[in-house]
């Protein structure tokens, strides 16, 4: 089993539309968990990061903690087309450890 | 967040030479974090280089291939040797945040590498 998991995809959503991104971790000593966003040809730019269980907000962007069944997802509401880039999940177990990848979500956003 | 560059932003460069990436931040920090991103896969760590010790190696990459340097608390390079194909990638340098960020890290443009 890898240790970050995400669901394949691409997924396509129309504008408007609430897009639900899923990511799995097998380490259950994980402990902050982050959702990164990747324009095609630019470097990854963090979105938002969450340690405790249950739901984060920042604007448009949702990101929800379960670790008991030890998954993370990230909801985007009202969808826009210039939400269309590769959404990458890390983990990291414990203080000072490395920053794990999973595989990454293509999302497309129809106008 | 800190601002962070990379130079160069890309390269094509012949097989068996070497290419040094550098990675500079404008404010300091302990830890920086150096990344290789090959075309359409994720992200994966080549080694972490703190100020003042060696660099920390992940399995599969080794010092004699990406040696790391790591002079003061704003500057990283990391030199690409002997490069063959396969070397082909983004190579990313990436920093920690600061304060109750610190478990954070903020990725620089990145240095496209295209190996012949």
């Known amino acids: 089993q890898k240790e970050v998991e995400q669901n394949s995809g691409p997924l396509s959503v129309p504008e408007g539309a609430i897009a639900s991104l899923n990511c799995t971790y097998s380490d259950r000593g994980s402990q902050s968990f982050f959702w990164y966003r990747q324009y095609s040809g630019k470097s990854p730019e963090l979105i938002m990061f969450?340690?405790?269980?249950g739901d984060k907000e920042d604007g448009r962007f949702t990101a929800q903690l379960n670790k008991a069944s030890q998954y993370v997802s990230l909801l985007i509401r009202d969808s826009q087309p210039s939400d269309s880039a590769t959404y990458l999940c890390?983990?990291?177990?414990?203080?000072?450890?490395?920053?794990?990848f999973g595989k990454g979500i293509t999302l497309s956003v129809r106008p | 967040s800190a601002v962070i560059s990379q130079k160069p932003s890309r390269d094509i460069c012949q097989r068996g030479t070497s290419l040094t990436i550098q990675c500079q931040v404008d404010?300091?920090?302990?830890?920086m974090f150096w990344y290789r991103q090959q075309p359409g896969q994720s992200l994966t760590l080549i080694a972490t280089?703190?100020?003042?010790?060696?660099?920390?190696?992940e399995s599969g990459f080794v010092i004699d291939k990406f040696p790391i340097s790591r002079p003061n608390l704003t500057f990283s390079t990391l030199t690409v040797s002997n490069m063959s194909p396969e070397d082909s990638s983004i190579y990313l340098c990436?920093?920690?945040?600061?304060?109750?960020?610190?478990?954070?890290?903020?990725f620089g443009p990145g240095t496209r590498l295209l190996v012949l």
């Open positions: 969450i340690y405790s269980n």
């Open positions: 404010s300091q920090v302990t830890m």
């Open positions: 280089a703190n100020q003042g010790s060696e660099a920390t190696y």
């Open positions: 990436s920093v920690e945040g600061t304060g109750s960020y610190q478990e954070t890290q903020y």
């Open positions: 890390a983990v990291i177990k414990g203080a000072n450890s490395k920053l794990t």
